[in-house]
């Protein structure tokens, strides 16, 4: 089984950036932890972060070999049309995450673009989340290939 994980904008700056709101782990911290469950959950992660819209709408589009897709659009969450078309038409099943209590901050935040063609979100639990996220889309993932 494998799961696509995408981390957008700004979110290679993790440890130093706004650590009042998303904490001193690193992104890289993130992606050891992730990939330490994803040996206990017997799973293989690709792992990316892009700050270019773009460049992650051409990662879902070659998302069509894996089994889920776990997903902090970041910033682009709350204005990207282009990245929630593109996991409209993979339907490759997809966890959205966010590291922050999006609905506890500003009201711009408030709303996601890529909640309604998400299977779930996961928002306010820090890097813990990750984790959560991966556990759901493994979960999901597997269910989708029983009944298939
Ligand atoms: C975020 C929340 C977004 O509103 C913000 O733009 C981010 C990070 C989060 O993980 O809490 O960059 O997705």
Redesign the pocket.
């Known amino acids: 089984m494998k799961i696509l994980v995408i981390n ?4 290679n700056l993790l440890g130093t ?1 706004e650590s009042d ?2 904490g001193t782990m690193t992104l890289e911290d993130i992606n050891a932890s992730m990939q330490k469950l994803a040996k206990e959950l017997k799973v293989k992660l690709a792992i990316h972060q892009s700050n270019h819209e773009g460049d992650i709408v051409d990662l879902i589009q070659n998302a069509k070999g894996h089994d889920a897709i776990v997903i ?7 204005t990207s049309v282009a990245i929630r078309d593109a996991i409209a038409a993979v339907e490759v099943p997809t966890v959205e ?6 609905y506890k ?2 009201e ?2 408030h709303k996601s673009l890529i909640s309604a063609v998400a299977h779930g979100q996961i ?2 639990f820090g890097p813990e ?1 990750y984790l959560l996220g991966l556990r759901a889309a493994v979960s999901i993932a597997h269910a989708k290939k029983g009944n298939s």
């Open positions: 957008g904008p700004n979110l950036r709101i998303y902090n659009p970041a910033a682009y969450t709350h995450i966010h590291l922050s209590n999006i901050r500003e711009f935040r928002s306010g989340g």
